[in-house]
């Protein structure tokens, strides 16, 4: 049900923190994922279809769909982090709804429980056909470290 | 313990099923991922580190450890199905235990329970130094479900 | 966010086949558990707190938060089944929020994908003070698989 | 693989502490549960069977075995910790592989990676015949948390 409130808006700095952060991730610009949406404790990430992204079947790979998911659900808990931390997954669990189609997939990282050390997070993605119609594909739930910034 | 018996090798067959499949699998050729090993319940797929796959602290992303596991996971199923089926993943839990870096990694699916609707797997990936030296980089947990391979 | 829409009520005859199953539960009787609300897709399930259902700090074991949580998710799916079939958990991942304590916890399992073989539940367990305050103290997934009920 | 290699036997004082522990979990005392086998990384507990540990068709309630895998693997860990520290299950996830009946269930809890927060654990749990024969009837993987001991 906190997938349902409303989340404020995330800060200047902490969007802006996010997305520099977002921009290192090689993997995200390799699948051609971007973030679409950064508010408090809430991430959106957003996959467009391609082969380069498919399984065996051509649908979107669990890999892929994982992928996103990991990411929005890591860098919502990174939201509510203070400024010289960094977040680390420790363990998800996502299952696969049903077959993820359609023009492109969104990954819904939302922060169910937060805490100093750990916070737990709702991962939720969804198939979005051209039309706008929306389908949950997949669905889990994420562990995540906060550790502080290695000093340079 | 399963892990520990060494798996008969699978037939050309199974070998060659599999392999097309793996082909099909836009995601892997995108990630540069390819299968090094099939055995009876037992395959491996090894990923070489380059930026492409990388997360934020230059590290395997999560996403990237996890696409080849499920792949490794379900192809160690598909082994075991009749010739007739395909492969789906019903979920995983996966535990990211060290940072993931190193020449390339090494994920490993094993069957850790064959049944004839539903199929689960250990995965584990292995970090691997350009001197051979392998760690336990993370270790998950699969469901799958095998289904009948829609007519033509 | 199907934790969000009011479920219908359930029928009398789903209803009675429930109840009659959870009194064939053994451990549910012998912790204290109570099936308390029965609607299509959602069970919920009352332990008091007592000594019995401890952990060593004199909190909730995880193990009695699991198997009430369990049960609510088992019979969440069940509520949707035709009548000649019985329910098995496939497998569950539950996060253990906070320390569980209160006056009893309350497990709500809801539907988050019906499916012809396989369901998923969304498993929610409540802290309850005798002042009614709530507090999430778990929060997991879980798969069910539906089979034919053996004739007798 | 871990699982396989024979752990050290545990020290006196450990064994103590983890006895001592064990008997404060008013759950373990009330399902009939004891601990059998104590090393390094590595807890077993037994659970007989009885009426009150079953679920609706008369074989071990996943509830239960979950009770058991879950204390096993939190013990596993706790071996390993320093004196002054308590451990706490952040989530645990777990496949029930198979009916699990016999004249008892085993659970083993082994510890996978250790760590100064963090500790990753495998659970298993065998279901064991009158005549020894035994079976491996739910897998699962957990994470705990150290935390210092609170002061008194």
Redesign the interface.
């Known amino acids: 049900?906190e997938?349902?409130a409303q989340p404020e808006p995330a800060s200047p700095e902490v969007q802006q923190r996010i997305l520099a952060?977002?921009d290192?991730?090689?993997?995200?610009?390799?699948?051609g994922a971007r973030i679409t949406h950064i508010a408090s404790g809430r991430v959106h990430i957003v996959l467009p279809a391609?082969?380069?992204?498919?399984?065996?079947?051509g649908y979107f790979?669990?890999?892929?769909t994982?992928?996103?998911a990991?990411?929005a659900g890591g860098y919502a808990a990174y939201t509510l982090f203070p400024e010289d931390s960094?977040v680390?997954?420790?363990?998800?669990?996502?299952?696969?709804?049903?077959p993820a189609a359609g023009d492109h997939i969104e990954a819904v990282g939302t922060v169910?429980?937060p805490g100093r050390?750990?916070t737990?997070c709702?991962l939720e993605v969804f198939g979005v056909q051209s039309d706008g119609k929306r389908e949950?594909v997949a669905?889990?739930?994420q562990?995540l470290?906060r550790v502080n910034r290695p000093e340079r």
Do not use: P, W
Not at 61 to 64: K, L, M, P, V, Y
Not at 88 to 98: D, H, M, Q, R, S
């Open positions: 049900m997938a349902q952060s977002f290192r991730q090689g993997l995200m610009a390799h699948l391609r082969t380069e992204v498919t399984q065996q079947h790979h669990a890999g892929a994982s992928a996103i990991d990411s960094e680390l997954t420790v363990e998800y669990k996502i299952n696969l709804l049903a169910l429980k050390t750990l737990v709702r949950l669905n889990g739930q562990t470290i």
